[in-house]
Nanobody, 125 residues
Framework: QVQLVESGGGSVQAGGSLRLSCEAS????????MGWFRQAPGKRREGVAV???????RVEDSVKGRFTISHENANNRVYLQMNSLEPADTAMYYC????????????????????WGRGTQVTVS
């Protein structure tokens, strides 16, 4: 059973930064896609940033230029560096993974992912 464990959430003021970490129980490279989703109260879970096995990334428009996804194979971790945070970024952030290929333009679609962490809360005031 693959496990994904998120950490790094917290409360920050607008304009601040946080770095989220997702530790996987398997090699990051064993997943075709790994990334981050978020869910604000009363809203659907949405894709934020996804990393594809061979290095391509997909980033949601509202966070482009502010959020960066990266990985560290040695520690089986995927990171989300979040800068210039805004109150609209307040949400529970989830790490997700998908072992197999899919159409690239589906990379930020929640339903395409079968492996999920429990989430880490980010609150921006």
């Amino acid at each position: 059973q693959v496990q994904l464990v998120e950490s790094g959430g917290g409360s920050v003021q607008a304009g601040g930064s946080l770095r989220l970490s997702c530790e996987a129980s398997v090699a990051v490279g064993s997943m075709f896609y790994m990334g981050w989703f978020r869910q604000a109260p009363g809203k659907r879970r949405e894709g934020v940033a996804v990393l594809e096995r061979y290095g391509a990334t997909r980033v949601e428009d509202s966070v482009k230029g502010r959020f960066t996804i990266s990985h560290e194979n040695a520690n089986n971790r995927v990171y989300l560096q979040m800068n210039s945070l805004e109150p609209a970024d307040t949400a529970m952030y989830y790490c997700a993974a998908r072992p197999g290929r899919m159409t690239a333009n589906q990379a930020l679609v929640e339903d395409e992912y079968v492996l999920w962490g429990r989430g880490t809360q980010v609150t921006v005031s």
